[in-house]
């Protein structure tokens, strides 16, 4: 089974701050067929089910907005918000989705105000 | 807009079998990846499978042996059901679906229900 990490647990960043969520997965969820990553992002509220803010490692959902940006390197992911904001305090969870072996999801982190 | 939503018993005994329904409505069960996603009060969530619209499934392997996802398109309806419950299953239990963008995303949510095993 394919394990995700996320780094860290948590973090307290200021208002307006850069926040990055690091997520890396034990093996390879590229597609070479379609060079697609199969990886995704969420974010849960309290009370709340999951959101979906970025799928294929970097594209963002529509009515996502543009300060949430997802990149990869390899095994390596990354969520980044580039001007954190009062309503982005959550829990972000990535996600692998690979096709033909068991979903994952990693241990997810706790984005706070600083 | 498609909406999702969850049904099914609340309370379970231990040993039991944990049945949940999820209703689609505002469109088609007949496409994308629909998948059953846990989490344990104040703990991540757990994919616990999925079922393709054709019907094939994926399970979480921590849980194959007791896990089962159907589909039934006459009722725009999908189940889950777990056997032979512990109080480990205890959980909010939320239904999802992907997207044309992404057939195995979980785009659309329920608002989730939670299922307790206790005796």
């Known amino acids: 089974d394919i394990v995700m990490t996320q780094s860290p647990d948590s973090l307290a960043v200021s208002l307006g701050e850069r926040a990055t969520i690091n997520c890396k997965s034990s093996q390879s969820v590229l597609n070479s067929s379609n060079n697609k990553n199969y990886l995704g992002w969420y974010q849960q509220k309290p009370g709340q089910p999951p959101k979906l803010l970025i799928y294929?490692?970097?594209t963002r959902e529509s009515g996502v907005p543009d300060r949430f940006s997802g990149s990869a390197s390899g095994t390596d992911f990354t969520l980044t918000i580039s001007s954190l904001q009062a309503e982005d305090v959550a829990v972000y969870y990535c996600q692998q989705y690979y096709p033909g072996l068991p979903w994952t999801f990693g241990q997810g982190t706790k984005v706070e105000i600083k | 807009q498609v909406q999702l939503q969850e049904s099914g018993p609340g309370l379970v005994k231990p040993s039991e079998t944990l049945s949940l329904t999820c209703t689609v409505s505002g469109g088609s069960i007949s496409s994308y990846y629909w998948n059953w996603i846990r989490q344990p009060p104040g703990k991540g969530l757990e994919w616990v499978g999925s079922?393709?619209?054709?019907?094939?499934?994926n399970y979480n392997p921590s849980l194959k042996s007791r896990v089962s996802i159907s589909i039934g398109t006459s009722k725009n309806q999908f189940s889950l059901k777990l056997s032979s419950v512990t109080a480990a299953d205890t959980a909010v239990y939320y239904c999802?679906?992907?997207?044309?963008?992404?057939?195995?995303?979980?785009?659309?949510w329920g608002q989730g229900t939670m299922v307790t095993v206790s005796s």
């Open positions: 079922i393709y619209y054709s019907g094939s499934t």
């Open positions: 999802a679906r992907g997207s044309a963008a992404c057939y195995e995303c979980s785009v659309t």
């Open positions: 294929w490692a970097s």
